[in-house]
């Protein structure tokens, strides 16, 4: 089975460079990076590091993320920041449980072992309003709608429809791989961001229970 990574950044410069390292580990992999025009050396080091670069002009976590997977040639996909704040040594155990467990997409799941250094209360409280409408909505459990690290088959992708151009790509992806297939969640530690985050946590969060309700009417 050929692994590819995809990884979106704006200004991850501080980071990309260990989470590329931190992949590579895995052996032969494909490595993409899917930048929005990074005003500092993110491009260059992902580059040097050996990854493929792919400048998408357009803004949106959802954008770069189905840039770079309509791309990929592997069979199964691991996706993760780029500021370093996901553990690279949990993603060889979570492809194992790929295919120990025949399921089609693995989870890391941040809620279990949340620390009040790496998860703020507000998070806390915002994700689980955000899972609990997903219940609602959906009949779907999901501890950690909001989580960034996933490692699937590439299959069960290319099935998906109806995802998100923004931030709400996370919990689509994982409503899709829900509807279409076999998902688990497995809690992981998470980090502690290094640089300003992307993540605007109230307009992000209201816009993402916003978007629950556009995906219900749409699936
Ligand atoms: N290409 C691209 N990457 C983006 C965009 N928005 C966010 N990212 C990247 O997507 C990843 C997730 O964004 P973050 O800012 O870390 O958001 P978050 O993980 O929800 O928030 P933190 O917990 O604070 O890290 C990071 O690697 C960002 O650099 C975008 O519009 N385009
Ligand atoms: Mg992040």
């Not at 895995?26 to 993409?32: A, M, W």
């Not at 592997?74 to 996706?79: A, K």
Request: net charge positive.
């Amino acid at each position: 089975m050929k692994l590819s990574a995809v990884i979106p950044t704006i200004n991850e410069g501080r980071t990309i460079g260990r989470v590329i390292d931190g992949l590579k580990t895995l052996g032969d992999i494909e490595i993409i990076v899917v930048d929005s025009d990074s005003t500092d050396d993110t491009k260059e080091i992902a580059r040097l590091k050996g990854a493929k670069v792919i400048n998408e002009k357009k803004k949106g976590y959802g954008v770069a993320y189905k840039r770079g997977l309509s791309e990929v040639t592997g069979d199964i996909i691991i996706c993760m920041d780029g500021d370093g704040t996901y553990p690279t040594e949990i993603v060889k155990p979570l492809i194992e449980l790929l295919e120990i467990d025949n399921v089609d997409f693995v989870s890391g799941e941040r809620l279990t072992l949340r620390t009040s250094r790496n998860y703020t209360t507000l998070h806390y409280v915002g994700n689980t309003v955000l899972n609990k409408t997903i219940s609602f909505l959906f009949k779907y459990e999901l501890k950690d709608s909001q989580s960034g690290l996933w490692v699937f088959r590439k299959q069960i992708y290319d099935r998906m429809t109806n995802l998100s151009d923004g931030m709400s790509f996370s919990q689509d992806i994982k409503i899709e791989a829900i509807r279409l297939g076999k998902l688990i969640e497995v809690p992981i530690n998470y980090g502690v961001r290094a640089t300003k985050s992307n993540l605007r946590t109230w307009r992000d969060g209201l816009s993402n229970l916003f978007y629950i309700f556009v995906k219900r009417v749409n699936t």
